[in-house]
């Protein structure tokens, strides 16, 4: 969920995966491996929303949920 919503921005503003990671101050790579079987820690997550000014509530969640 959370990789599928950061390559989404990741289109919407022209970057990839390695410039949000820079953006962010996150590891080179460790993006990529929220694909699999890993998950973000907090901490990331926090950087994240820190970085972008987007709550980490919204990078977590399913955007393709319908709200109804």
Known sequence: ???E???AYCRE???SI???EKLCGIGNGVV???KGESSPTL???MKIADATGIPAS???KDKEEVHT
């Open 18 to 20: 390695s410039g949000f």
């Open 58 to 60: 919204e990078w977590l």
């Open 5 to 7: 919503n950061v390559e």
């Open 13 to 15: 503003h022209g970057l």
């Open 32 to 34: 990529s491996a929220w």
């Open 1 to 3: 969920m959370i990789f």
């Open 43 to 45: 901490t990331s997550v």
